[in-house]
């Protein structure tokens, strides 16, 4: 069956860096486009990034410039670089799926969420 596992959040000080990644399985990873979704506190879910199977890629405007989204088929692993890291991108961090390879396929599979928390 489908599976995501993130991992690599953590606590880091303002103009920090971290990298997530998402070990993915039960599905032919470079088929389906996958992408990064967080929640703050007391807020709804936020889109940060996406990339599809040819590698293309898109970002938040809140992301663009500091977030690097990649993925490595190999291993089938998603990853987020985070770079020059802000209070206001404390959050938990979700892996998701799409239900096909288009950018705007909904999201079918979400993995259990990672924290990141952005503080002095």
């Known amino acids: 069956q489908v599976q995501l596992v993130e991992s690599g959040g953590g606590l880091v000080q303002p103009g920090g860096s971290l990298r997530l990644s998402c070990g993915a399985s039960?599905?032919?990873?470079?088929?389906?486009?996958m992408s990064w979704v967080r929640q703050a506190p007391g807020k709804g879910l936020e889109w940060v990034s996406l990339i599809d199977g040819g590698g293309a890629t898109s970002y938040a405007d809140s992301a663009k410039g500091r977030f690097t989204i990649s993925r490595d088929y190999a291993k089938t692993t998603l990853l987020l670089q985070m770079n020059s890291l802000k209070p206001e991108d404390t959050a938990v961090y979700y892996c998701?799926?799409?239900?096909?390879?288009?950018?705007?396929?909904?999201?079918?599979?979400w993995g259990q969420g990672t924290q990141v928390t952005v503080s002095s």
């Open positions: 998701t799926k799409g239900e096909s390879y288009t950018w705007s396929s909904p999201y079918d599979y």
């Open positions: 039960g599905f032919t990873f470079s088929s389906y486009v």
